[in-house]
């Protein structure tokens, strides 16, 4: 028989166990969202108090909240306990959205209205974010492979300073490049001797420099190709 202690001592192990009791009270519902906010799925009357405290135990659980307990409050609780709870706000501030790419550069994936800054800073945190940008700009792009070069691949107009930019910071980038220059190469090469692997046309100046280069990354042997 499931007393209200039993149902007590469950809820409070696993909030999810909620779902299997049919008499819901008030302590019980709110034991259980404390343990675990996805639990807010499977109680049958959600209270605003209710919705608070499971997105503040898991922004995630935004998800289960019915729409008349959705306010700015209870989507700024949610995102500042998790980011990506960012996914489920139907109407996003930029502040909002600042909060949720602070966490991870990856929520920009979520943002409905993109702004310059927006981007910019959830590209400085993460450069291969660049791929959720909507409308890239040299600026941002060069934020972004200056943060990880292999963020190259995700650029839509390369310019020669987007490259020398990527392959400044990750030789190996160079493989992305789709139009290569001297300069671009040997810029490649003296970051990394190995991405002369990927160097279309090899000058004997090339290969010296990146036979000379003292690899920021693990060693390999330099290969030449003919």
């Known amino acids: 028989y499931k007393t209200p202690e039993l149902c007590m001592a469950a809820v409070k192990q696993d909030g999810r166990a909620i ?31 209710l919705c608070m405290a499971a997105v503040k135990n898991n922004g995630w659980s935004l998800k ?12 700024m609780a949610a ?5 990506w709870s960012l996914k489920y706000v139907k109407e996003q501030t930029p502040e909002l959205c600042m909060i949720a790419i602070t966490e991870d550069g990856a929520n920009l994936e979520f943002v409905k209205i993109q702004t310059p800054e927006i981007c910019m800073a959830a590209v ?6 660049l791929k959720f940008v909507k409308e890239q700009t040299p600026k941002i792009c060069i934020a972004a ?3 990880d070069g292999d963020a190259l691949k995700y650029v839509k107009k390369q310019t020669h300073e987007i490259c020398i930019a990527a392959v400044k910071k990750n030789g190996w980038a ?12 040997m810029t490649a090469v003296k970051d ?13 100046e090339i290969i010296k420099a990146a036979i000379k280069t003292k690899s920021k990354k693990p060693t390999y042997d330099v290969l030449i190709l003919e």
Request: positive net charge; proline residues 5%; hydrophobic residues 35%.
């Open 124 to 129: 400085t945190i993460d450069g291969m974010v």
């Open 174 to 185: 160079l493989q992305y490049v789709i139009k290569q220059t001297p300069e671009i190469c």
């Open 19 to 49: 779902h299997y009791v049919k008499k819901q009270t008030p302590e019980l519902c709110l034991a259980a969202v404390n343990n675990n906010g996805w639990a807010l799925e499977f109680i049958k009357k959600q209270t605003y108090e």
């Open 145 to 147: 492979v200056t943060k």
């Open 192 to 204: 990394f001797g190995y991405a002369l692997k990927f160097v279309k046309k090899q000058t004997p």
């Open 79 to 83: 995102v500042r306990r998790r980011g």
């Open 64 to 75: 289960f909240v019915n729409e008349k307990n959705i306010t700015p409050e209870l989507c």
